[in-house]
């Protein structure tokens, strides 16, 4: 049979794929924009007739029926990689769990039996003449979790674009077990406005970015103040090298910023392995020869990192201590985010040449009771994950300054964040350097 028979033969409703679940199965979703909205919603309907069903995922974008129509995980427990907002309440509300991974060992866990998977659904871009369906936004590491799965159903949408891949890019229909469709638009993730406290923060970065440099940048209010920067600067000829593209990238794009004409790996592309963003973004991406997905494994590896010259990362964060240690996806014990890959990209910029890594954040915060509060605190004791080791902590910045801790001793680390600290906390967080001994008589704030 040709590919579109076997399409034929394959083809099914959502409410029919979705009996190829059984109870006591693990079920994968993948990452983001992979989800499989139809699938998902036929596979809630099967609340009252199944048990001990696991499903795995990572950032939500849009309500997740299983856990929508099953709040008491009578049936379904939701098992969440890394954290969108939506993800936050899920886990706040007991009706999700978090867990811990760091991005580019993400596809280990398949491939060495600790995530198993029964039944992968994943939505995919529609087959082409030679059988094979584009993985589209979500490269990462669809391909182990594929490897793993003992059945597979693909739910085909015409939204999701063809995406020219490295390696691990798409799958054949030959290797399915089923195939739905879904007309449905893909979920986006709406571009954050930056606040006039994230274009403070911004400006204390951008003088670090120099012409021909290559950029993994993250999500939100800051990093689109500093693409504005960028956009609106002489810089010339950036790069990209990032695990999560977004709209921040395509403006860069449309100013003519990013060429990658000096990228020292994959000269000429920019790479990315999973993204999310808004519909122009999308059919940006869409058969475009110019950008790459590759699997995380690759991306994030430290020493594939390590050969892109004049690589910048720069992440936020939530608090940092006075010896450097960073906590970028917790409050206490709450789950804001996840590891992800801040210590991936944190670890293989500093190893590149002329590698420069910024975490950054707000130096205090107001709570629900309007009561200001410092993020830079004297050490942690509320159960705060440790995201970044303070041995492997480079620049720390704030609305007020950026430092660079890699190095240093622990009264220079605790001089220099001081430094950038709120000033309404400088005096209490001296008092706290003394008390921990790591503050020298003849520092000064």
């Known amino acids: 049979m040709n590919p579109f028979e076997i399409y034929q033969e394959k083809l099914h409703t959502p409410e029919e794929a979705v009996h190829l679940v059984q109870s006591g199965d693990w079920v994968d979703y993948s990452q983001t924009c992979s989800f499989p909205a139809a699938l998902d919603a036929a596979l809630a309907a099967r609340r009252d007739e199944l048990t001990d069903v696991k499903v795995r995922h990572a950032i939500s974008m849009r309500p997740v029926q299983i856990v929508e129509q099953d709040p008491q995980r009578q049936a379904f427990t939701y098992n969440l990689w890394h954290c969108s907002g939506l993800d936050r309440k899920y886990i706040d509300t007991g009706r999700a769990f978090f867990s811990p991974m760091m991005f580019r060992f993400c596809g280990s866990y398949y491939s060495r039996g600790q995530a198993p998977v029964n039944v992968a659904m994943v939505t995919v871009s529609p087959m082409d003449r030679y059988g094979n369906f584009s993985y589209g936004l979500t490269n990462c590491c669809m391909q182990e979790m594929l490897d793993a799965a003992d059945r597979i159903i693909l739910e085909v949408n015409p939204h999701m674009p063809f995406i020219y891949g490295m390696a691990d890019d798409h799958i054949n229909i030959r290797d399915v077990d089923a195939v739905v469709e879904n007309d449905q638009p893909l979920s986006e993730a ?62 860069l794009y449309k100013a003519g910023k990013i060429t990658n004409k000096r990228k020292t790996l994959q000269k000429g592309k920019g790479v990315f392995s999973i993204c999310s963003g808004s519909k122009e973004l999308y059919e940006f991406l869409d058969h475009n020869i110019d950008i790459l997905s590759a699997p995380m494994h690759y991306v994030n590896d430290p020493e594939t990192i390590r ?16 010896y450097g240690q960073v906590s970028s996806e917790s409050a206490g014990t709450r789950q804001i985010s996840g590891t992800g890959g801040q210590l991936d990209f944190v670890t293989g910029a500093y190893t590149a040449e002329h590698g420069r890594t910024f975490l950054a954040m707000a130096s205090s915060r107001v709570d629900k009771k309007g009561v200001r509060h410092s993020n830079i ?60 001994k790591i503050w020298r008589n003849s520092n000064k704030k």
């Open 190 to 251: 709406p571009s954050r406005g930056a606040s006039e406290l994230d274009k403070q923060i911004a400006a204390q970065i951008f003088p670090f970015i120099h012409d021909g440099d290559t950029l993994q940048l993250g999500i939100g209010g800051m990093p689109n103040a500093l693409g504005s920067l960028i956009a609106g600067s002489d810089l010339r000829d950036l790069g990209m090298h990032t695990e999560l593209m977004s709209d921040g990238y395509l403006d």
């Open 307 to 322: 050969q892109l010259d004049h690589f910048v990362s720069i992440n936020g964060c939530i608090a940092c201590d006075l």
């Open 377 to 436: 605190v004297p050490c942690f004791t509320g159960g705060d994950i440790i995201t970044t080791p303070r041995a492997q902590t480079m620049y720390i910045v704030t609305e007020y300054g950026a430092v660079n801790l890699a190095g240093l001793t622990t009264w220079q680390r605790a001089e220099k964040l001081i430094g950038i600290a709120h000033p309404d906390f400088r005096d209490e967080l001296i008092k706290a350097a003394e008390q921990q």
